[in-house]
């Protein structure tokens, strides 16, 4: 029994089974203020049921869809718009974000602004339903783009620009939005104790540890991040010597979000010139966190800490002027596709972790 979405499911039959009483103490929940659910205590959920008309809709139309490993159930591409190859990339990524997509799909986004229109929100719910919507036409994001203009000004126009930037950007704008559902005013500086759906999913902790190697005394601190950046150039050494006095600095995951980015600075600046950075990095398909994390408990259990790859946007061949976004996503029975603007093809696991 799923108590959060209050169904059924039978192993024997490998089905979900309708049951009235699981219903119905499931629709009493649905109405208890007192709830302490996983988003109920949030969010102001408004539990769907079909009208007439609706049910009229669905009589007609009773096709039921099962997936399989020719399924293509949301592949979708994406119309470039005039090098918009950076947000296309990022947005598959988050169409194919199991969680996110269960939030969208679900109607659990309910709109406060008066005209939705301008919603971010509201217009990523839309892409979500042409994604996993009966048709292979691409879609043309320009309502996306524009809103993007208007609550990131730095990326307005035409210009190339940063994937990772992208990123930031709509993670920020929608956690702006949804902060104003949960406390009824606009919020645009990030929280700790956020609990807003991009927090829930995204947000984690990064402890820094500096120790003096002479007192042995150590300073912590923990900030919050989206994503992590890391350099891949050469390796500096973590010590700091002030004065005679050497400290080492680590740095350790405090807190592992459920989807953890992980950001490669490909480019390298300085007073000169810049470069791309092309050393290839290699990653299994099966990361384990466990070491990286600061004071885990380990138990019996294999799954701390351990996550796979289920979305890469990446630059494919290009210069620090110039160059072009694809991105890797997985769908069920390990199914990987590649996603370049409006073209979809299949790729190998092979393909994916042999990539820059």
């Not at 988050?94 to 986004?109: C, E, G």
């Not at 309910?110 to 839309?126: D, G, K, M």
């Not at 042409?130 to 691409?138: E, R, V």
């Not at 190697?213 to 891949?232: G, K, L, W």
Request: aromatic share 8%; proline share 3%.
């Amino acid at each position: 029994i799923d108590t959060l979405h209050g169904v059924l499911f039978c192993i024997e039959c490998n089905k979900h089974i309708y049951d009235s009483d699981v219903e119905n103490v499931h629709c009493q929940r649905m109405q208890l203020s007192s709830c302490k659910g996983h988003l109920k205590q949030v969010y102001k959920y408004k539990y769907w049921r079909p009208s007439a008309k609706e049910i009229q809709l669905l009589s007609k139309n009773n096709t039921r869809y099962k997936l399989s490993s020719k399924s293509k159930l949301g592949l979708k591409g994406l119309a470039n718009l005039g090098n918009t190859c950076f947000m296309n990339s990022i947005v598959q990524a988050l169409v194919h974000t199991p969680i996110l997509r269960d939030y969208f799909l679900s109607d659990k986004h309910q709109c406060s602004y008066n005209n939705n229109n301008t919603c971010i929100a509201c217009e990523l719910a839309r892409i979500f339903q042409k994604f996993y919507s009966i048709g292979s036409l691409p879609h043309i994001p320009n309502k996306l783009l524009y809103l993007i203009w208007t609550n990131a000004r730095h990326m307005a126009g035409y210009v190339q620009q940063d994937a990772h930037e992208f990123l930031i950007a709509i993670l920020n704008s929608l956690h702006g939005h949804f902060k104003g559902e949960i406390n009824g005013s606009v919020a645009e500086k990030v929280d700790d104790d956020c609990q807003c759906i991009i927090h829930q999913i995204f947000a984690g902790n990064l402890q820094s540890d500096v120790t003096c190697q002479n007192c042995r005394n150590s300073s912590t601190t923990i900030d919050p991040f989206f994503d992590i950046s890391m350099d891949i150039g050469p390796l500096e050494n973590d010590c700091l010597d002030r004065s005679g006095m050497v400290f080492t600095k680590q740095l350790r995951m405090k807190k592992l979000p459920i989807v953890l980015c992980l950001h490669l600075k490909r480019f390298e600046h300085s007073k000169k010139l810049g470069r791309k950075i092309t050393t290839y990095v290699a990653f299994p398909d099966v990361l384990n966190m466990e070491p990286y994390i600061a004071r885990l408990k380990v138990n019996n259990s294999k799954s701390d800490g351990v996550g796979s790859a289920n979305t890469e946007p990446r630059p494919t061949n290009g210069t620090i002027d110039s160059g072009h976004y694809t991105c890797y996503v997985r769908q069920p029975f390990n199914q990987w596709y590649e996603c370049d603007d409006a073209k979809i093809r299949k790729a190998a696991t092979e393909d994916v972790l042999a990539s820059e």
